[in-house]
């Protein structure tokens, strides 16, 4: 793949995810870098007292002549400008618990050098340079993932990246902070001088260009977003074999229904539905049912639902992926000598909420993902399926434990679910006095979408061998022709139509070809592009 | 050499059993073992669980291909594994329940587990996938896997790895009776709530030495630690917070006595700390009783009926740690506003953010983030998991405990909880420092701790990285040296 272009304004979730998993290299674009040095030429006049203000004074600019949050009060002295970003990155270097993940950091890099390239940030092009050097060679600094309010961005997480970006004179081991390179863990000063980028003594306000924005609460949301439009699609998959193996009623799904109630991806999720079920001889087939129970008849409905929250999400976080996040801004245009303008685009806000509204839209997928496999493995609600769906000639408990290993999972969703974007603590002297907590928000939008991933796993483990139930029955059953392909997909994970005797290994394994992308591929080859999120 | 414990069902207490979550060695009780061969004789019929899953029975099946088969069906759990003290604690608590003598297993079920224990063999079992009703059927059965001989994936240098053991099992020839009693109950629930009781009893006297040197910081007032006007009111914890704090402030002369109110942090410490003791305090009853119960289905009583109950459902531990959650989230909250005031100048007197000369330093400013982030976290977490329930099994187990998931919730907790004193304690010995150069003495509680910091961690003169103070401080407190020291976190 060709390299991605970083230029502030057309960073996608694709993009994103092909820099942060596979490793595709990036570099700073050319009119981007133009605009950066324009920028930054001005932040380097006002750093060496060449501008003035309307008393003819030096001219104060917040975090490159003052100190920082509630010390903007103090003004610093034209010769520790460096020193002020360098003391920055160290004392903001705050971060506790365990690691973020190697993926979420680079996308958490990628993130920041993009917010950089929109150019309003004052700061060298090299710091890009540098971070597209390090996403290049595969330097992955180790990030703390608790202790970010997600305002005035995720300064802690940023600082612990800054640590291994910068350098003040003394360059000290123990001052660099850490970073994986080649498999290895070493200081960051060791980690960069092995992949052969030269660490950057911070410039004027390059210590805020470095940490302010909320990049790791975004790096977590992205991933996140772009997870769970794949997940809505395998959840639709799921549905449509709970529907094979307990004889659906098709009309819920009819066109005409949704047009009355027109809720864009109650639209999308029925006529997905629709084409991954066309030519079901088993829908459709018990003429005395006249309708389903919601699990299967509202699933237009609630999944539509979640795909709008998805979309919703994934919206707010494409506007984060191309935005400045810095305080103070560079605005070159403006009238007047003072460019420099001090507003609040670090506030993590926009990404908590979407974040906070991504967790509960992943909790209703698989909570309604879990009470259809409640009703497969329930004789007296499954169409006479076999209690557990136990069945194959080994001794086996079916999805027995499976069902309440997702109701568990689902449980948990609910208690993740709490929005973190609701809480907030003052901070800093009352000075940084509402803050986003858009970083519990994003990270724990990642444990529900691991977790629900999970629970659409044990529905096809638990709807395929449903399924299979039925075509035992009957050998001429047919399958809609997108559920044909999911279940010849699943039958090559599971390795046959065996009995699921240790069922948490195949679990596991269709967890692994969801996170593959592998079943909604197979689909899509047989029927088609299925309509997304 | 290490410590051995005796399991004998009815002594087990929280700290032995984080003793053996660290690695101590585990033995059963020569009584125990008396009760558990009569309990199991008395079951005669191996087979008295023949009403449960005649699927497993149809056709020719051997006894051993339906133990078998119980088994794996039961290995469902799905996410990332528990750790090796996690696991370690259930495997002994579970032998610890089998030693009650009430669940007609042979001593031979506890030596199976205990030979692993003592071998340091411990399963991988996935953390998700139990609600905790009826028991952690899941992760036990994942631990009985590998106790039984039919594979499954242990721990050998921080990897799950799969490894022939044919040589080091206690051969278990189960009955049915016995694979399921080995699974059912909340016992990692309990062996979870047990460690959770034994850190918070860390932590809540870990956040006494917090506050006592956060009080010399601020130059609290101690008429709020006036006992008899807690007397007044009655509740125990707080009388006692409010002794142990003073005693730590013997000595000081930057605190004293009626010159003002001081703001609710401070002021209403023993409110807050002491519900957080009586809380805990009934906490560790109930989780005492549970580690010591016969959480288990069918019970054989003492004249040998067999008799069908719910003993097995996690309920009773999973109000006790949502409760625990909360006012340990409590304490985090607390002890954040007091690191606001003590960084914030005005209200203080001190340096913003505890470090002379800021604004080119910027001091423990961010220490003070940290702590928030994490407080709100712990609210995220306090959601109480016992108040969902799902139902399971055809109808059948249709009300769960979800205990497991908020004793793992109360698990996270209790790590940012110590952050968070770890956060208190580095300013407040800051803070100390500084009030010291006015040639002002500090309580000698206060003091003591302040040194305890500073064995680990140097005065912040100017800025410096930061994050190598809190883990050095929050090795610290998880170790328990602000807590009297010793025994493992």
Not at chain 1, 87 to 108: E, F, K, Y
Not at chain 2, 464 to 472: F, G, H, K, N, T
């Amino acid at each position: 793949m060709q390299p991605i272009s970083l230029d502030g304004a057309s960073l996608s979730l694709a993009s994103v995810v092909a820099v942060a998993r596979d490793g595709v290299l990036v570099q700073l674009d050319a009119d981007a870098r133009a605009r950066m040095e324009s920028s930054c030429a001005w932040v380097q006049r006002a750093a060496s007292g060449g501008l003035r203000d309307a008393e003819g004074r030096s001219l104060a600019v917040y975090g490159v002549n003052t100190g920082y949050g509630s010390l903007a009060r103090v003004r610093i002295g034209d010769a520790d400008i460096s020193r002020l970003s360098w003391n920055l990155l160290r004392s903001h270097a705050a971060g506790v618990g365990p690691i973020v993940d190697p993926v979420t950091t680079r996308a958490m890099m990628l993130l920041r050098a993009n917010a950089l390239a929109k150019g309003a940030s004052g700061c060298r092009p090299a710091l890009v340079d540098s971070l597209a050097a390090m996403l290049n060679r595969g330097v992955v600094p180790e990030v703390p993932s608790q202790g970010s309010c997600g305002s005035s961005g995720d300064l802690a997480p940023l600082c612990h990246l800054g640590l291994v970006v910068f350098r003040d004179d003394a360059d000290l081991a123990h001052e660099s902070g850490s970073a994986w390179i080649d498999g290895e863990r070493h200081s960051g000063r060791d980690a960069m001088k092995l992949a052969g980028i030269e660490r950057l003594i911070p410039g004027p306000k390059e210590g805020l260009a470095m940490s302010n924005g909320a990049q790791l609460s975004t790096a977590f949301a992205a991933l996140a977003c772009w997870d769970a439009a794949q997940l809505v699609l395998d959840a639709e998959i799921a549905a449509a074999l709970s529907f094979e193996a307990l004889c659906g009623v098709r009309r819920a799904l009819h066109p005409a229904v949704h047009a009355l109630r027109p809720y864009r991806g109650a639209i999308a999720c029925a006529s997905n539905l629709r084409r991954l079920l066309d030519g079901s001889t088993l829908v459709d087939s018990l003429p005395d049912k006249v309708q389903d129970a919601y699990s299967l008849r509202c699933t237009p409905q609630v999944l539509g639902a979640v795909r709008d929250g998805v979309r919703f999400a994934s919206d707010q976080v494409l506007v984060e992926l191309n935005s400045a996040t810095d305080n103070p801004l560079i605005l070159l245009d403006a009238e007047g000598d003072n460019k420099a303008y001090s507003a609040g685009l670090f506030h993590g806000e926009p990404v908590g909420m979407a974040a906070d509204h991504l967790k509960l839209a992943l909790c209703e997928l698989a909570a309604l993902s879990e009470r259809r496999i409640y009703r497969l493995t329930t004789g007296t609600l499954s169409a006479r399926l076999p209690p557990h769906l136990v069945r194959g000639d080994r001794p086996n408990m079916g999805m027995m434990v499976p069902q309440t290993s997702a109701a568990a999972l689902v449980s948990e969703n609910r208690s993740l679910a709490w929005p973190a974007s609701a809480d907030s603590i003052p901070t800093c002297e009352d000075q940084e006095d509402h803050v986003a907590m858009s970083t519990t928000a994003a990270r724990r939008a990642t444990d529900v979408l691991g977790n629900s991933r999970l629970v659409v796993a044990i529905e096809l483990l638990s709807a395929v061998h449903g399924v299979w139930a039925r075509q035992d029955e009957d050998p001429n059953a047919v399958l809609g022709a997108g559920s044909a392909a999911a279940v010849a997909v699943l039958e090559d994970v599971l390795g046959g139509r065996r009995p699921s005797v240790i069922p948490a290994e195949d679990i596991e394994r269709i967890d692994l070809a969801l996170r593959e992308g592998r079943i909604v591929r197979a689909v899509q080859q047989a029927i088609g592009p299925l309509e997304g999120v | 050499m290490l410590e051995t414990v005796i399991l004998d069902g009815r002594t087990l207490t929280p700290t032995a059993l984080a003793k053996i979550a660290a690695g101590a060695r585990v033995a059963l009780d020569d009584d125990a073992r008396a009760r558990m061969v009569r309990s199991a004789a008395q079951v005669g019929d191996p087979a008295v669980v023949r009403g449960k899953w005649p699927f497993l029975r149809e056709g020719e099946r051997s006894h051993e291909e339906v133990v078998r088969a119980f088994v794996l069906g039961h290995c469902a759990g799905v996410g990332e594994p528990f750790s090796i003290g996690v696991t370690r604690a259930s495997m002994a608590a579970r032998v610890n329940v089998l030693a009650t003598g009430s669940t007609g297993c042979r001593p031979v079920c506890a030596d199976a587990i205990l030979n692993l224990l003592n071998l340091d063999i411990t399963p991988v079992v996935p953390s998700k996938g139990s609600v905790g009703a009826a028991g952690d059927l899941a992760p036990l059965a994942h631990i009985l896997r590998v106790a039984a001989g039919f594979g499954g994936k242990i721990w050998q240098s921080g990897r799950p790895v799969v490894v022939d053991l044919t040589d080091k099992l206690v051969p278990l020839d189960l009955t049915e009776k016995e694979a399921l009693s080995m699974i059912n109950g909340a016992t990692v629930t309990a062996a979870m709530a047990a460690l959770a009781t034994h850190r918070a009893e860390r932590l809540l006297t870990t956040a006494e030495a917090a506050v006592a040197l956060s009080f010399d910081v601020v130059r609290a007032d101690l008429h709020c630690l006036s006992i008899e006007a807690l007397e007044a009111r009655g509740h125990p914890g707080a009388v006692n917070v409010a002794r142990r704090v003073r005693a730590q402030l013997e000595g000081s002369e930057l605190c004293g006595e009626g010159r003002r109110p001081d703001p609710f942090s401070i002021r209403c410490t023993p409110a807050v700390l002491g519900s957080a003791w009586d809380v805990l305090e009934w906490v560790q009853v109930v989780v005492t009783r549970e580690l010591n119960g016969a959480c288990d289905n069918p019970l054989v009583l003492n004249d040998g009926t067999m008799v069908e109950a719910g003993n097995f459902h996690g309920a009773p531990v999973a109000s006790a740690m949502d409760q625990l959650k909360i006012v340990l989230t409590q304490v985090a909250s607390i002890a954040e506003r007091r690191i606001f005031r003590m960084t914030y100048g005005q209200l203080s007197g001190l340096p913003s953010f505890l470090v002379p000369g800021t604004g080119l330093n910027s001091g423990l400013m961010l220490a003070q983030y940290t702590a928030a982030s994490l407080v709100s976290e712990c609210k995220g977490f306090s959601h109480p998991a016992s108040v969902d329930s799902i139902p399971t099994v055809q109808h059948h187990e249709d009300h769960v405990s979800m205990g497991p998931i908020a004793a793992r919730g109360t698990l996270a907790i209790l790590e940012a909880l110590a952050d968070v004193l770890a956060i208190e304690l580095l300013c407040g010995a800051q803070g100390l420092d500084l009030q010291e150069d006015h040639g002002v003495s500090a309580g000698r509680g206060a003091s003591q701790s302040r040194d305890v910091v500073r064995q680990r961690v140097r005065r912040w003169q100017d800025d410096q990285v930061l994050s190598p103070d809190l883990r050095a401080v929050g090795s610290l407190v998880r170790e328990g040296a602000f807590a009297g020291g010793g025994g493992p976190w």
